[in-house]
C-alpha cells in the first residue's frame, strides 16, 4: 500500500498541508476530495518527492527514491500539459518511455487504451484539453505500474471519456493495483470509488470507504408513510428515534428501514411507503467541508 504520514507544508504564511496522513490500498480506487485551495494538488506533489516538506511517504513500506526503476512502481499524472507542444504524440511517450526503461513497443499499447491511435502524429500543443488529458494518462501509464496517482484526470473530457476514464480506473484496481484520484465530478467519484480521502485547508476530514461515509451523513435516512402519523410519532418518540416531518410522511435518521417497518408493525400502524433515502457524495461533502473553503463566493447582485 501507499503510506502517508505527518505530511507538512508551508508557503510564506499559509500552512497548504498540516500533518496529513491516510493511507492507499491495492485494489480499490481511492478518491481525494476537497475545496479549491484545500490542499490536494500539494500533497501529491509531496507524495512523489516533487515538493520539500515534512513527513513521508512509502510504497511498500519504501521511500519512491529507493527504486531502482520508480516509474514501474508509480505512474502519475498532476498536470494535463506537461509536454513539449511541438513533439509529436508518440515521440513524447517515446521520450518517457526511454527515460524509464519502459520498451518502446508500449508507446503504441498505451496511445491505443486512451484512445489516441489516430492522433500519434499530432502535436500536443494543438491538442484540446481532452486529448491532453488522455496524453497524460498514457504517460502515467507506460511503465505498467502498481499505482497511480492522478490529478482531476477527468477535466476536459466528453462524457463518452468520462465514462470510459472510470471504467477504466476501476478496472486498473481489480487487477490488484491502486488508484489515487482527485475529482470535483462528485457524481463520478460516487459510482468510481470505494475509498475516499476528504481534506479541507490542508487537514484531513475524512478516510473511510464510500458507503460509510454516506451511511454517517445526517442527509441519510428512511422515509416512511403511514396512515395514522400521529401514532407513528408516538411511537418513534417512545422508542428515542429521531424523525423530522417531510412530504407527507416521517424522516428518520439512524435507522434502517427493517427496524421502522418492524416497529410500525407492532404498534399495529399500516405502512403505506417505506424507503431508504442516502445522502448523495455531493451532500455529504458540502456538510463535511463547510466551513473549510479557501475561496467562497456570495449570491445575489454585489450592490
Known sequence: ?????????????????????FQIETGKVTGFLGPNGAGKSTTMRLMLGLDLGGGSTTFDNKPLH???????????????KAFHPTRTARNHLKVLADAGEVPLSRVDEV?????LTSEVKGKPG???????QRLGIAAALLGSPKYLILDEPANGLDPEGIAWLRDFLKSYAD??????????????????????VVIGKGKLIADTTIKDLVRGSSHTGVFVRVDDLDKMQTALQKSKVVFENLDGGLKISGKSTDYIGKLAYSSKITVLELASRNASLEDVFLELTAGEEEYTAKLGDDK
Open 1 to 21: 500500500m501507499i503510506r502517508v504520514s505527518n505530511l507538512n507544508k508551508r508557503y510564506h504564511n499559509k500552512q497548504a498541508v498540516s500533518d496529513l496522513s
Open 66 to 80: 529507493s527504486f531502482s526503476r520508480p516509474s514501474k512502481i508509480v505512474g502519475a499524472m498532476l498536470e494535463a
Open 111 to 115: 496511445l491505443e487504451i486512451v484512445g
Open 126 to 132: 494543438k491538442f484540446s484539453l481532452g486529448m491532453s
Open 175 to 196: 487487477s490488484g493495483n491502486a488508484v489515487f484520484v482527485s475529482s470535483h465530478l462528485l457524481s463520478e467519484m460516487s459510482q468510481m470509488a470505494d475509498n475516499v
